[in-house]
DNA sequence: ATTCATGTACTAAAACCGTAGTAGATATAT
DNA sequence: ATATATCTACTACGGTTTTAGTACATGAAT
């Protein structure tokens, strides 16, 4: 009995994250648009983009034959989402905990923590008007 | 013909994060550690915990009738390959995409900011020497 | 009008996920 | 020793996921 989940499986979302970029397009758009190696049948796309319309997170309309699909939920949305449930499942809901283990990390160059800093300064400076 | 992920499902990390916070456990430690509120019956977590051992997440070694398992995967680890699936899935590969939209996000409070910047500058500094 | 190309809808198959029952082994209690 | 409790191993079932084939409609080309 399991319930499809409100997250996006991995293929749903390497499709809507191609949909996302091109922001509206037929399947055959966003089958190229997908920047993954692996190929896929047209028909494998056009099912999965039927199936983010059965879940909302996309919608369809006609033009002359085919379907243009266009996304419902926005990426920042789906991004903020995906964090949530991330610092939920895993850093006991403390996003505190999630940086700190994103930033433990060696690969992150010194220029993208400066950057980070300065994500972080801004956003202060914002709070304090 | 898919190959199962490297990375846990819902319910298997829900376990795992049970057994990273007693270190070691039988199964009926573990189900009492899992701290969700979905009761599940004694067998769907042995069954469970044997899934994450075939994946090599845990292992186990039996004392008396019992088998105990034990983490086999650190912790620190799994977030960190659980921040880099996320940030190259959703996030372009950019760590920094991903902290910006975490701080975007207006439930953080002044004082969790006020923590990220720290682990920030903290990090900076220890660069520094 | 017949053929060809293209598009969606329907269907299916294989693996996976989540859950849990059943069987069988074994230790404990009476 | 027999009953009871507990534990693991095996199996299964219903739904999801991923992939794609087949059927059918429709517009374009000859």
């Known amino acids: 009995m399991r319930r499809r989940s ?3 499986t991995d293929v749903e979302l390497e499709f809507m994250v191609a949909l996302w970029e ?3 397009g037929s399947v055959r758009d966003v089958m190229a648009a997908v920047t993954g190696e692996t190929k896929r049948a047209y028909t ?3 099912t999965v983009l039927k199936i983010l319309e059965d879940k909302g997170y996309a919608r369809s309309e006609r033009q002359d034959r085919s379907l243009i699909y266009s996304p419902v939920v926005q990426r920042a949305d789906y991004e903020g989402r995906s964090l949530k449930n991330l610092s939920d499942s895993l850093f006991g809901g403390t996003p ?3 940086v700190a283990r994103l930033v ?3 690969d992150l160059t010194d220029e993208m923590i400066q950057e980070i800093k ?3 300064d801004t956003r202060i400076r914002k709070d304090d008007g």
């Open 104 to 106: 433990d990390n060696e």
């Open 6 to 8: 409100e997250m996006l």
């Open 118 to 120: 300065e994500i972080i």
């Open 44 to 46: 494998s796309v056009a």
């Open 96 to 98: 505190t905990a999630l």
């Open 22 to 24: 091109i922001g509206k």
